[in-house]
C-alpha cells in the first residue's frame, strides 16, 4: 500500500477488479499484470491500495473477488484514459457478454480530479463507487480524506457502504 500525498482535487482514481484469473495462476497475479500494463498505456500509478477481497456481486456463488485502487497520472483525457483502460481489459480477455458475469479484469474510471455530471456518455465519479466497499475501502487506505462531491469522504464512505460489506484487506 502507499498513501497519496498530492493534492486531492486532482487525484485521478481507477478501481480494478478480478474473479476470473483467465490464463493467470491466480487474481493477484492478473491484478498485478494489469498494473504493469498501465505504463505501457501512459498510465502513472502514484499511489495504490492492498489488495481487498470480497464476495462476487450480486451472485455471491460466483467465484470472489479481488479489488484494488490506484490513483493514477495521465495525460490521457477522461475518456482517452478509458479508452486506455479498455485496450488494458481487452488484453487480458474481458468479455462483456453478460452483466455482472466473472471477469477477467475490471477497471474502472472511478474519479477524474473534479470533474462530475455526464462528459458525454461517461459519467464522473462513477455512480455507485460510494456505494461499494470493494472500492471505497481500498480507496480511504491511500486518499482517506478524498472527496466525493456528495460532500463525503472516502473513509466514510467505506464505513457506510451498502454493497460488498464483507470486503476486507488480503
Known amino acids: 500500500m502507499e498513501r497519496y500525498d498530492g493534492p486531492l482535487d486532482d487525484a485521478v482514481i481507477v478501481a480494478l477488479g478480478c474473479n476470473d484469473c483467465g490464463v493467470w495462476r491466480d487474481c493477484l497475479e492478473a491484478l498485478e499484470a494489469a498494473l504493469a500494463r498501465f505504463r505501457a498505456e501512459g498510465i502513472d500509478v502514484l499511489a495504490r491500495s492492498s489488495w481487498w477481497s470480497s464476495l462476487a456481486w450480486p451472485d455471491p456463488t460466483d467465484p470472489p473477488f479481488l479489488n484494488g485502487v490506484v490513483i493514477v497520472r495521465s495525460d490521457h483525457d477522461p475518456h482517452g484514459l478509458m479508452q486506455a483502460l479498455g485496450r488494458i481489459e481487452e488484453a487480458f480477455g474481458r ?76
Open 95 to 170: 468479455q462483456r457478454h453478460q452483466q455482472n458475469a466473472p471477469r477477467t479484469l475490471d477497471l474502472d474510471l472511478i474519479a477524474y480530479g473534479r470533474l462530475c455530471g455526464d462528459l458525454d456518455g461517461l459519467i464522473l465519479p462513477h455512480p455507485r463507487a460510494a456505494e461499494r466497499r470493494f472500492v471505497m475501502g481500498p480507496l480511504a487506505e491511500i486518499a482517506p480524506d478524498w472527496e466525493h462531491p456528495r460532500g463525503s469522504r472516502a473513509v466514510d464512505l467505506a464505513e457506510a457502504a451498502t454493497v460488498g460489506r464483507d470486503a476486507r484487506p488480503v
